[in-house]
């Protein structure tokens, strides 16, 4: 199994701050890594694919990079519907699915 | 538009079976292309992938819970269900359905809303 490792745990930030959160995998998943947001009492919505492609309808302020075992998601500029948790999640080599534990980002 | 909803008994007794029924609507399991998932996450703690089905019946368990899950498939419903057997207290959770696209590296791209099962005597 993979395991997904992701840093902070928690991010206090203002609105308006750039949000950077990091993801490491335990061995290489190539770009075979996705970015989820979840709210309180909400499902995740998918934000990113494939390390770095936003999926449709997300804001151009979420950009995800990386390859390999190391991978960020960066928010450029916090709104204030941005405030949740952040989890990654990859499949690679056809390997049970994983999620990271997730970042939460709150507001300072 | 792709929607998925949950629905099942929403409690549970220790040692029995918790049964679970996505129906997906918007769009045909029956059309192939994508996997059929079941994910969990317990309260307050992150998430965990169940298993997969694709629409022949051709299933993959995460091994942790393979002994107990059984995923199924009902195209003439567009369901698909899940049921884990001889459920204990570390089992309550809410119990997510999602689709991905049968591709190696896939992701989730639509979920349903989540029910939650509480395993209780």
């Known amino acids: 199994e993979i395991v997904l490792t992701q840093s902070p745990a928690t991010l206090s930030l203002s609105p308006g701050e750039r949000a950077t959160l990091s993801c490491r995998a335990s061995q290489s998943v190539s770009s075979y890594l996705a970015w989820y947001q979840q709210k309180p009492g909400q499902a995740p919505r998918l934000l990113i694919y494939?390390?770095?492609n936003r999926a449709t309808g997300i804001p151009a302020r979420f950009s995800g990079s990386g390859s390999g075992t190391d991978f960020t998601l960066t928010i450029s500029s916090l709104e204030p519907e941005d405030f949740a948790v952040y989890y990654c999640?990859?499949?690679?080599?056809?390997?049970?699915?994983?999620f990271g534990p997730g970042t939460k980002v709150d507001i300072k | 538009q792709v929607q998925l909803q949950e629905s099942g008994p929403g409690l549970v007794k220790p040692s029995q079976t918790l049964s679970l029924t996505c129906t997906v609507s918007g769009g045909s399991i029956s059309s192939g292309g994508y996997y059929w998932s079941w994910i969990r996450q317990h309260p307050g703690k992150g998430l965990e992938w169940i298993g997969y089905?694709?629409?022949?019946?051709?299933?993959y368990y995460n091994p942790s819970l393979k002994s107990r899950v059984t995923i199924s498939v009902d195209t003439s419903k567009n369901q698909f269900s899940l049921k884990l057997s001889s459920v204990t207290a570390a089992d309550t959770a809410v119990y997510y359905c999602a689709r991905s696209i049968a591709v190696a590296g896939t992701f989730f791209d639509y979920w349903g809303q989540g029910t939650l099962v509480t395993v209780s005597s």
């Open positions: 494939d390390a770095s």
């Open positions: 999640q990859q499949r690679s080599n056809w390997l049970p699915f994983t």
């Open positions: 089905i694709y629409y022949s019946g051709s299933t």
